[in-house]
């Protein structure tokens, strides 16, 4: 098959989450074989940088981009409200990018047009004018409107609460109209997949959950005895519900921790991480900004935590940590998508006074902290494994080019 793959970011270098998603996706459709044209935005926040991409990335995916700014402009957003158009969506639609996807689809066909994220369906129009034999996918990250009503709901400030709420409502229409316009949508969690099936949508849905190339995550078991249990969480601190939630986990959270547990250390990494974001002085706390390499990061710290309040579909990073045989203590909401059994896989703290009775107790049997992560792997291998998720991709491709 020959499958042209529209980016709301470049895939590479994988920086976040987001990233290693839609790059697994395309590795994992060139080593089935298929042909892969990747068409990419690229913003300020996330650049191209091809001078760092490797020759035989550059020449298998024959990559593109078109910069598109999408910082948040006061006078469209306040636009958007009178012509009540969805702002989230509207500020990745660029001219330059729609004729540059105009030429691609005059130039060759594809049997495929696979859209990552909601973001890129404002060229579906463009799409179902220069390439009408090919079969739209929407690979669903996220239900973007519960995300933006998640926010909302836990925002103090009134003005600012009702704004989100306003951007929410907008999002879950455009979604719902969006529904209607594609082929068959790619969900990347089962609980997405019902809350497609609960709107009422009317093309094929499937289940198709973050897949990574488990060869790449080597389990390397951090030593425990007799050392301060090091927590650590790796994330972009750009992306408001990592940010929201490690503040409400310093704040509210962490005291307790180092109550119960004294010489635990707290260790934040991510993209757009700055000392400043947190208050001063908190005991146990460092701070590493970007790290390099977030594999050797997670190495050498022994519990992941992921705080999340108010996002949806899988975590990344948490399949990620499970790859690496982390133990892992998140929300109910962090682990929304993922089919675990609380207790053996990872740890739901469903309290604030749960994240420190949790790491009080693996702080006291360092071997169920590991058992912990060892049976993190093995759900990582059964659930999560790349070569099956793409296999599954595929038989959804051609199903649906049956329609």
Known sequence: MRILQLCHKPPVPAKDGGCIAMNNVTQGLLNAGHEVKLLTIFTHKHPLELDRLPENYIHDTDIEGIYVDTRVNLVDAFSSMITRDSYNINRFFSVDFDIRLKRVLQKERFDI????????????????????????????????????DRIATGTRNPAKRAYLK????????????????????????????EKYASLGCPR????????????????????????PLRLFHVGAMDWRPN???????IERIWPNIRSATEDA??????????????????AGL?????????????????????????????????????????AIITTQVGA??????????????????????????????RSRLEATGMAARALAEKHFDNRLIIDKLLAFYRDTLKL
């Open 243 to 249: 940010l929201e939630g490690m503040l409400w986990f």
């Open 113 to 148: 047009v696979h859209l990552e994220s909601l973001f890129m369906t404002p060229y579906i129009g463009t799409i179902r004018r220069y390439a009408r034999r090919a079969k739209i996918i929407l690979r669903s990250h996220n239900l973007e409107y519960i995300i933006w």
């Open 166 to 193: 306003y951007l929410s409502k907008k999002l879950k229409s455009y979604e719902l109209g969006m529904l209607n316009e594609v082929d068959g949508i790619a969900a990347i969690s089962a609980g997405d997949a």
């Open 265 to 282: 250390e707290l260790h934040l990494a991510g993209r757009g991480l700055d000392p400043e974001m947190f208050p001063e002085g908190i």
């Open 336 to 365: 929304e998508g993922i089919d675990y059994e609380d207790g053996r896989h990872l740890r739901i703290a469903r309290s604030e006074n749960e994240w420190s009775t949790i790491v009080e107790e693996w702080n006291r049997n």
């Open 204 to 227: 094929p849905v499937i289940t198709l959950p973050f897949g990574i190339d488990l060869d790449n995550y080597e389990v390397s078991l951090t030593q425990t005895d007799h050392t």
């Open 286 to 326: 460092h701070i590493h900004g970007e790290v390099e390499c977030a594999k050797s990061f997670m190495d050498d710290h022994h519990i992941m935590i992921v705080p999340l309040l108010s996002a949806g579909g899988i975590r990344v990073k948490i399949i990620e940590g499970m790859a690496k045989g982390k």
